[in-house]
């Protein structure tokens, strides 16, 4: 018997409010999850793609000030010629002429007719990514802050899309599978709802465990990234310009946990068996993406043009097959909510998201309600 | 004294079973054993007690709180030990124990006390500190019963809490239920098939069968309407013994087990029955105790609801 045992005693203190319990569950999740060296390792490569990221901001933003200076030196240099003019009573040719030619390239360089720095820089960047022609217009306007809105926007949403988005498919697949399963398998059900637990609760406690690990690797990388970015400009007036990017970081965020943990934990309900929920789920994303690339196969072989050449995107087919990949349809979600497409474009794939959350949720709620109900 | 559970004509229907058909039911405090062959309704009883199934018909109360309508008060006052295994995969015992505590309402902090104190209680050392998918069953029964009582719960519903203990840790389980009972004013509602274990802590029975509550009433009074009986095997022909047997006032029948279950109401059966061995010339290979009165009492109830279901 431990010295201090003290036999069974009351416990008649205060408990802790009812509205929090799912955070019980969430917590314990993620302690328990975090143990795999693999969950480990998938989220430190999620923070990886931060440091390419950040170096393409602080080139960016050396970029748009290099051009400010430009554009200061030339005022600066207009200034003088006209002091210089205006002192002189007899002002020599080559003076005027000198001035003249320095207004005309400082009007050119306002009017973005002659290449900026900014754009030779990131021209030469973004010639080798794809959908860079949509930043291209604001990059040639030769305006700092509209190039660091479009530019920033882009990044971001880029870093969502790319490497956040993959890696997401991975870590979600390390962590999720199991959560339900398990449970179902261990019979563990039974610990949680014989005490004051609801199922929703219960769902929305597991939920957020996966979205937990999301959140740790997009949503903070992101606002890292973000507030990298601000560090690494020239002033703080780039707040005034971008301030609406952490809100779209939010959003863009929601938007990725959401469905993808539904769908995950739906998965995981289905079966006892984890492996075959991870199986299922690493299936989800690559038979969805895989008939979308069909469907863009045969647009390529019909039209005799490269694979994501213009014509073969903008054609019907693949337009409106491209919600059969989940990952087309998290991209819509995100191009639309950092701006660079309209509500009209993307709300199909946004429409595939929401059906795809409500249906996940429906079947994860009778799947957690039967085995109690047996 | 109004009753902590409170049960009428309570009726669950699943698509094409009906579970529970009518059930009128009182428990008081005190602990209460919950018996019935395996299919009766038992486990629909509790989760309907947990509320954690609807009721297709009927009311109820447990605690005051209204069934169906207060699941969750019902079950912060209710610590309920599952009989099959169930266990978080990956957690240690300890952590389990903390685990649940939160679930009900305890503080982080505190629940870690809790937990280390409900687990000495039950005699739980390092092992505490292991993962819980290594432990034995013995183990999982300890930890299960202490996640059921680490928040201090007024009524303890345990289905088969004893299954998978050797019998030194049976005894003690055994005396941790009464000692709640008995010192803490723990009630509790015991779902078993071990009818010694009934009969060594219960102060009540309930004997539910085909859905129905065959049987309810107190340990006390079941025990004065039983008969003493012991089972005899023996070498030789039977016959004789048999009428000495009737001669003397004594019923016997064929045990399921082999050899004659006797009853009598004799003060000293044994001494009767050797005499009646003696006079008739018959040899007795073995005298037990025939199956234990509640067993009786138990397998006449079932056998009687099998009857009348036929």
């Known amino acids: 018997m431990p010295l201090h045992d003290v036999g069974y005693r009351g416990w008649d203190e205060q408990r802790t409010p009812t509205f929090m319990r799912w955070w019980i569950i969430t917590k314990t999740g993620v302690r328990l999850a975090f143990r795999s060296h693999w969950v480990k390792r998938s989220l430190l490569a999620a ?86 022609n949509k930043i291209a217009d604001a990059i040639a306007s030769g305006e700092s802050h509209v190039i660091r809105q479009e530019t920033w926007r882009w990044l971001f949403m880029t870093f969502f899309r790319y490497p956040q988005a993959l890696m997401l498919i991975f870590l979600i697949g390390a962590v999720a599978p199991g959560l339900i399963s398990r449970d179902i398998r261990s019979r563990a059900f039974l610990l949680y709802f014989a005490k004051p637990i609801g199922r929703w609760e219960y769902i929305v406690g597991k939920l957020m465990i996966p979205a937990v690990f999301l959140v740790g690797m997009t949503t903070l990388p992101a606002l890292v990234l973000f507030l990298l970015a601000i560090l690494a400009s020239p002033d703080l007036s780039v707040l005034y310009s971008t301030w609406d990017i952490p809100f779209r970081i939010l959003l863009a965020s929601v938007s990725l946990v959401i469905p993808t943990c539904s769908i995950a934990l739906m998965l995981s309900s289905l079966t006892q068996e984890s492996r075959f929920a991870s199986f299922s789920w690493f299936a989800v994303w690559v038979l969805g993406h895989g008939a979308y690339f069909a469907v863009m196969l045969s647009a390529v072989i019909r039209l005799r043009k490269p694979p994501f050449s213009p014509e073969v995107m903008s054609n019907s087919a693949v337009k409106n097959w491209s919600s059969l990949s989940l990952y087309n349809c998290l991209g819509d979600a995100q191009t639309f909510l950092f701006g660079f497409s309209s509500f009209e474009e993307s709300w199909k794939g946004m429409l595939v998201l929401v059906v795809i959350t409500i249906v996940s949720l429906g079947i994860l709620y009778r799947r957690v309600s039967s085995p109690v109900r047996v | 004294m ?162 998978g203990l050797d019998p030194e840790e049976r005894e003690s389980l055994l005396r941790r239920i009464q000692l709640l009972c008995e010192d803490h004013g723990k009630s509790v509602l015991i779902s078993t098939h071990i009818l010694p274990d009934v009969q060594a802590i219960c102060d009540h029975v309930v004997i539910i069968a085909d859905g129905r509550v065959r049987l309810q009433d107190s340990m006390s009074n079941l025990s004065k309407t039983s008969a003493p009986s012991v089972n005899v095997r023996l070498l030789g022909d039977s016959d004789p013994f048999l009428q000495r047997l009737t001669a003397s006032d004594l019923r016997y029948a064929a045990a399921e087990s082999g050899g004659w279950d006797i009853t009598g109401v004799h003060d000293d059966l044994t001494s009767v029955i050797w005499q009646c061995a003696e006079q008739s010339g018959t040899r007795i290979q073995s005298l037990t105790p025939a199956k234990n009165s509640l067993e009786e009492i138990f397998l006449s109830t079932v056998r009687e609801t099998a009857d009348a279901t036929s």
């Open chain 1, 47 to 132: 923070w990886l793609p931060i440091l390419y990221w950040g170096a393409v901001f602080l080139i960016v933003e050396n970029a748009i000030l290099q051009d400010t200076r430009q554009e200061e030196t030339l005022q600066q240099r207009i200034e003088y010629l006209k002091e210089q003019l205006d002192k002189s009573d007899s002002p020599e040719e080559s003076a005027e002429m000198m001035l003249s030619e320095a207004q005309d390239q400082l009007m050119q360089f306002q009017l973005g007719s002659q290449q900026t720095y900014v754009s030779r820089v990131l021209g030469n960047w973004l010639a080798a990514v794809p959908q860079a």
């Open chain 2, 2 to 163: 109004a009753p902590l559970i409170k049960l009428e004509n309570i009726t669950k229907d699943y698509a094409t079973k009906r579970a529970l058909n009518g059930v009128d039911l009182e428990i008081h405090s005190g602990i209460t054993g919950l018996l019935g062959p395996n299919g009766a309704g038992k486990s629909t009883l509790i989760k309907l007690l947990l509320g954690l199934v609807k009721l297709t018909s009927g009311r109820g109360m447990v605690f005051g709180h209204h069934l169906g309508v207060d699941g969750r008060l019902i079950r912060a006052n209710v610590g309920y030990m599952p009989e099959d295994d169930c266990y978080i995969p990956g957690m240690k015992g300890i952590e389990v124990v903390q685990f649940s505590a939160c679930l009900a309402g305890l503080p982080d902090i505190e629940a870690l006390r809790r937990a280390h104190e409900i687990l000495d209680f039950c005699n739980m050392k390092q092992e505490r500190y292991r993962e819980i998918d290594t432990y034995s069953t013995g183990m999982r029964q300890k930890i299960k019963f202490a996640a059921a009582i680490v928040h201090d719960p007024g009524l303890l519903i345990l289905d088969e809490p004893t299954s």
